[in-house]
């Protein structure tokens, strides 16, 4: 599988989550120049939900993002998306201002970010 170079090495890095065989879950990161990084596509597989995989895998870019230096992670929600937001408010991720544009077929977006140090 590539990756698309936006999450490529060097300018990124993803992630995924294997249970039982199977692909359970994603995340991908995105460095930027600077301090910040994007935590993108973070996602688990319905049948494998409420087992602590989306924690492991924010653990995981967390981690990564810190061993590089970054001050903080942010990442960008549906409003609707509750059960996404909530595992992203457990991993410390607070709401934050709009950080960037996004486009305008996205009815309503949550900006967050989580302090790395």
């Known amino acids: ?18 249970d039982g065989g199977a692909i359970a879950g994603a995340a ?13 596509r973070l996602y688990v597989r319905l049948g494998h939900r409420r087992r602590g995989i989306a924690q492991a895998l924010l653990r995981q870019a967390m981690a990564r993002a810190r061993e590089r230096g ?22 410390g991720f607070r709401e934050v201002e709009p950080f960037t544009e996004v486009p305008a077929s996205w009815q309503s977006v949550v900006f967050l970010r989580a302090l790395l140090a």
């Open 1 to 18: 599988m590539q990756l698309p170079t936006l999450v490529s090495a060097p300018r990124g890095a993803a992630y995924i989550a294997v």
């Open 28 to 40: 991908t990161l995105r460095f930027h120049p600077g301090n910040e990084a994007d935590v993108l």
């Open 70 to 91: 970054f001050a903080s992670l942010r990442a960008i929600a549906m409003a609707e998306m509750c059960e996404g937001i909530a595992t992203l408010g457990a991993a």
